[in-house]
């Protein structure tokens, strides 16, 4: 059975973005990935040199989920499905800059997103279907 393969991000709500950034760098010795960007948003990587951004800060109330990754196209579908099963009503899938996704929320109104994390040229926040993806994927 298909299942997610590891936690990607966390993405939290701050009032003030740098003061909850230099306290996870202080008390979890987490490194800024990079500067807070210009509206305020900051990535914090366990190990900045893989690139991850496993805690994401940002000044926007309704941006706060949590992201699993899939390791395959087949569990991404296998997930979708398994959710559709459970009578989950899901968002997408579309094409984020970490690469195809879909999200849903959970019974308690939690936000969680399912990424298959590739990375390729295609229109971010576009939509696209498994088609879509099991052709790309075949062409890779």
Known sequence: MAKVSRLEHITLYAHDVRRLTAFYEAALELKG???????GTAGLAIDPSSGRHELIIMNNLHHMHLAFSADTLDDFKAIWRRLK??????QGPYWQQEGPTFSFFDPEGNHVQIIWPVRAEWPAGGMV???QLEEWADRT
């Open 33 to 39: 990935a990079e500067a807070p960007v210009e509206d």
């Open 85 to 90: 099963e459970l009578g989950v009503f899901t």
């Open 129 to 131: 279907t498994f088609e």
